[in-house]
């Protein structure tokens, strides 16, 4: 069987490392382009990945790269995500997150690549109007971040439309976790998620936990969060991937448990996992923090057969927790691998 040749942008980050190893992992002919800005070449783990340094608005880069590969779909992971620093600087956002792959896109046209699976969000969505959130519900975003990945999605369908691509939207709650063995996991700077924030809390590598409102209305005062862990939103992306490549049709899916755990639930597992105590702080809201956002996943499992295989909170801290006090204490080094710089 012929070997399909995938490109991974920003496969050097977070969620595409992981998608990036288990692509590998099933004999994939894998290509990373990443700009190495928050992306890190320690997460590159096998050998028979090639990471090309390169930022995918470069037209001429992504032109020699089609040009040298036979490339039979694009994984995108490639984007800004803070949602703070999408407020203070949106046009960062809008260059990065619309532009710049619409510049890679045009180049895909060119190389007759036609299919695209998008790391899409839950931003997208906004507030909600209704619990569980499905791919039906109102998307309106309340930040530049959510409407940069909206924006795109809009665009991408009328490409399908016009031009015949064939796009695979997952639009993922809160990722987290790290790999099963603890070989590679989640390393932001500066880190914005709950668990690693709370983890290294607990660990006295940073100060206390800011919990960011006890007057909502749940059980604990505390907003509740969709906590999917990193390998499952992995496997998703190449069963999104085998979907088109067995001419499927485009689709959209969200990516979720379908199962909402508070922040105090958050800091209370990471104790009993950790068996530390973690320093809290108690702050006003922030402004935009819905009380409650959980996925209804059910159009996965139905188009995709996917349902996440972490299920309990403990399991995905214990992976983050592990990674966190393994030999580099979550944090990758600046060694070089002799990255191909396009």
Request: proline share 4%; with cysteine.
């Amino acid at each position: 069987m012929e070997v399909k040749t995938i490109l991974v942008t920003g496969g050097a980050g977070y969620i595409g490392s992981h998608t990036v190893r288990l692509l590998a992992k099933k004999n994939y002919k894998v290509i990373v382009v990443d700009n190495l800005v928050y992306g890190h070449e320690e997460a590159i783990v096998d050998e028979s990945v090639k990471l090309v340094k390169a930022n995918i608005a470069d037209g001429e880069a992504m032109t020699a790269l089609f040009s040298e590969n036979k490339i039979d779909a694009v994984l995108h992971f490639a984007a800004y995500a803070y949602v703070g620093e999408s407020v203070k600087d949106p046009a960062k956002y809008y260059l990065n997150n619309i532009v710049a792959p619409l510049s890679l896109i045009e180049v895909m046209r060119a190389h007759n690549c036609d299919k695209f699976i998008f790391s899409s969000t839950c931003a997208s969505y906004g507030n909600p109007v209704r619990l569980p959130i499905d791919e039906n519900h109102p998307q309106d975003p309340i930040n530049p971040y959510g409407q940069s990945k909206l924006m795109l999605e809009k665009i991408l369908k009328d490409y399908g439309t016009a031009y015949n691509l064939n796009y695979f939207f997952l639009r993922y709650f809160n990722a987290s976790g790290a790999s099963r063995d603890g070989l590679i996991g989640e390393d932001h700077d500066p880190e914005t998620h709950l668990i690693p924030l709370v983890i290294e809390a607990a660990k006295g590598t940073r100060g206390p936990v800011t919990v960011f409102g006890t007057d909502y209305d749940t059980p604990d005062g505390t907003c509740i969060r969709d906590y999917i862990h990193v390998e499952d939103l992995g496997r998703a992306h190449i069963l999104a991937l085998e979907h088109l490549l067995n001419n499927k049709g485009s689709a959209i899916c969200n990516l979720g448990t379908g199962k909402g755990y508070s922040v105090k639930e958050v800091i209370e597992t990471v104790e009993k996992v950790t068996g530390l105590k973690v320093p809290v702080v108690y702050g006003d809201r922030r402004e935009g923090d819905p009380a409650v956002l959980v996925s209804d996943p059910s159009a996965a499992k139905k188009i995709l057969g996917w349902v996440a295989e972490y299920q309990d909170l403990s399991e995905v801290v214990e992976t983050a927790w592990k990674w966190h006090n393994g030999k580099n204490n979550g944090k990758y080094s600046s060694k070089s691998k002799g990255v191909q710089v396009a």
